[in-house]
Nanobody, 123 residues
Framework: VQLQASGGGLVQAGDSLRLSCVDSRRTFSNNAVGWFRQAPGKEREFVAGIGWRGSTTRYSDSVRGRFTISRDHAKSTVYLQMSSLKPGDTAVYYC?????????????????WGQGTHVTVSS
């Protein structure tokens, strides 16, 4: 599995961004995928996860209602649509492929990680 995250950038508070996570080897179709983020000086934290069917999603309390995770199996891509962005969302965002078909909220069962994409939200 080789994951490539993209779509980050510099935006203003209230703006939207869509992150993409592409599995270039098309091998994570049976696995859950999660998005995590790490802000400067902070630990990495779970943001959102999606099951292999796409029907199961999980969100952290800090992004629920603002972020939406989805996946397109035909494109072997998982998306994170981020709306109403806040300066507190500033971080490097990583996607990761889970060992199993349903997402969990801790990183221990996520085996393959993308390289990260930077999101900066200015006030």
């Amino acid at each position: 599995v080789q994951l490539q995250a993209s779509g980050g950038g510099l935006v203003q508070a209230g703006d939207s961004l869509r992150l993409s996570c592409v599995d270039s080897r098309r091998t994570f179709s049976n696995n859950a995928v999660g998005w995590f983020r790490q802000a400067p000086g902070k630990e990495r934290e779970f943001v959102a996860g999606i099951g292999w069917r796409g029907s199961t999603t999980r969100y952290s309390d800090s992004v629920r209602g603002r972020f939406t995770i989805s996946r397109d199996h035909a494109k072997s891509t998982v998306y994170l649509q981020m709306s109403s962005l806040k300066p507190g969302d500033t971080a490097v965002y990583y996607c990761a492929s889970h060992l199993r078909s349903q997402p969990t909220t801790t990183s221990e069962f996520y085996r393959y990680w993308g390289q990260g994409t930077h999101v900066t939200v200015s006030s």
